[in-house]
């Protein structure tokens, strides 16, 4: 657990223990209530979550720029009907194992990762070609933010995880100071 949630205040006294121990009793003193199973979940930072909206947390450390770019892309992929069938073909049809295993190939090579067939960077192309088509379609005046991500996707042939890993492996020399400093928008 991360926290519990009384009377409109959160307390970290929690923090830490597993769920099924709070529920048994293990804190004196929180007594757990049906609330608490729907705080936990907040918890839970999977790509996507089906709240009121739909969340789809596969970008979340990026400057503005980047922000309003993965926003764009969103809205062109899935508010275009033609983009998002589209979108749904390209989707690669993997086992289980296979998509674990180019999601870790993804996290240790980016946009240079291939796995069972499927070429990260072929596939971020096309992608961001639909999101461009579809953004075309609903919001037009909305494609100049994804003027980054055409930069870096289709000219450079990189993206942010690239940078990342370049300069982790380069001048930061594993630096995890030089990330956290490279990610702060404030």
């Known amino acids: 657990m991360i926290f519990a949630q009384r009377q409109g205040h959160y307390s970290g006294a929690v923090s830490g223990m597993p769920f099924s121990e709070f529920l048994a009793g293990a804190r004196p003193g ?9 705080d936990h979940l907040t918890t839970l930072f999977t790509d996507a979550r089906l709240k009121q909206h739909i969340e789809l947390r596969s970008a979340d450390a990026g400057g503005p720029e980047m922000a309003m ?19 749904l073909r390209l989707a690669p049809r993997l086992k289980l194992s296979d998509a674990l295993a180019l999601r870790e190939a993804v996290a240790r090579a980016a946009l240079q990762a291939q796995h069972a067939g499927v070429n990260v960077l072929a596939l ?34 990189i993206c942010p995880a690239d940078i990342l890993l370049r300069n982790w492996h380069g001048s930061w020399q594993g630096s995890m100071s030089r990330v956290v400093e490279h990610l702060r928008i404030a």
């Open 30 to 38: 929180i007594r757990p209530v049906f609330g608490d199973w729907a």
């Open 69 to 87: 770019a993965m926003q764009a892309l969103w809205k062109g992929l899935l508010y275009d009907t033609a983009a998002l069938d589209e979108a």
């Open 124 to 157: 971020a192309k096309e992608t961001l070609a639909l999101a461009v088509a579809g953004l075309e379609c609903t919001a037009p005046d909305e494609v100049r933010y994804l003027d980054v991500l055409r930069q870096q996707v289709i000219e450079d042939e």
